[in-house]
């Protein structure tokens, strides 16, 4: 037990080194930072996997820019941009870059900065909401504590009930009508538990529990390789459906889509079924209740402890002052 304490201490300490030393240096680049016209060498666009019930990923649209010089010719520094940036630029093109001399592989574009990227990064995650209706529950029951005994169950159930957005949410999906398309299938992942399984070799025990993680209903996330008509080159389209429902789904099959003209990375397959986002949308069920039950519990005990503490103290008070002098 020592020794995965300070295993524990010793990597949250690293995370913090590390993170601090990311974040300095990314203040440094925005201050120190060398703003130069880059060629644009390479295009990249990725997706991230929450590997939450419902079917939720971000895109990353990616640059390579040659910036410096190695001697056998200049560096190539891989920034990201928003998707309109991405789409109007072409290999060739220049592009605003600010980069370390130093360092030249870690760059940025100059109309990006540190806040910039933190605030994408939270919105990422998911983690905001999250910590918002944690903090706002918290508070709530902190207040409620010391109005009294009705008020502390009334701000447990608000919180319940504000849970439900944030953790229960089941987003309708939109099928485009406007267009028809084939498009190639590049990746198939698989995720039939929520969240994703951890990698470390040692994993606690709420982790090795499957009842706790594994969905009510898997799902496979299809990305797909869509030629536009007008466009140089194709978009990536992503798209969740119900495990085994596309018949012939695997890597290199081509597949109807359906998506609008001025959208096509919002492309939706024209087959398969998405009953998964409304199945395991209770997935987090007991966190949502689980968290505020046990606040309420706290925020109850907290006020009975205090008026015991009161009680006790004033009768005290009242039995030293008949105590004849």
Do not use: C
């Amino acid at each position: 037990m020592r020794r995965r304490r300070r295993s524990s201490r010793l990597g949250l300490f690293f995370a913090l080194v590390l993170s601090g030393a990311l974040l300095g240096a990314s203040v440094w680049l925005d201050r120190r930072g060398d703003e130069v016209l880059a060629p644009v060498a390479a295009k990249h666009e990725r997706v991230t996997l929450r590997h939450d019930p419902q079917g939720t990923w971000y895109r990353w649209y990616e640059l390579g820019v040659a910036v410096g010089n190695s001697g056998a010719g200049p560096w190539v520094a891989t920034i990201e941009v928003p998707e309109d940036r991405y789409d109007s630029v072409a290999l060739g093109d220049s592009i605003e870059v600010r980069y370390l001399p130093q360092l030249p592989l870690y760059a940025r574009a100059s109309s990006r900065s540190t806040a910039t990227v933190l605030h994408e990064a939270a919105g990422r995650t998911g983690i905001v909401p999250l910590l918002l209706w944690l903090a706002g529950g918290a508070a709530g029951l902190w207040v409620a504590a010391r109005i009294g005994t009705p008020v502390i169950f009334a701000a447990g159930t608000a919180w319940m009930v504000a849970g439900v957005p944030v953790l229960l949410r089941a987003p309708a999906p939109r099928i485009p009508t406007a267009s028809e398309g084939t498009a190639r299938v590049s990746v198939v992942t698989v995720v039939a538990k929520s969240p994703e399984r951890a990698r470390s070799r040692r994993r606690s025990r709420s982790s090795r529990s499957g009842s706790l993680r594994r969905l009510a209903l898997p799902y496979q996330v299809v990305q797909l390789r869509l030629p536009v008509p007008g466009r140089g080159d194709s978009v990536l389209v992503v798209d969740a459906v119900d495990s085994g429902s596309v018949a012939g789904l695997a890597v290199g099959a081509e597949l109807p889509v359906r998506y609008e003209p001025d959208a096509p990375r919002d492309a939706r397959l024209a087959q398969g079924t998405r009953q998964f986002i409304e199945r395991n949308r209770y997935h987090f069920l007991p966190v949502a209740i689980g968290v505020p039950a046990l606040g309420t519990l706290a925020a109850w005990g907290v006020r009975s402890r205090r008026r015991r503490s009161r009680a006790t103290s004033g009768a005290g008070s009242a039995a030293r002052s008949n105590v004849p002098a």
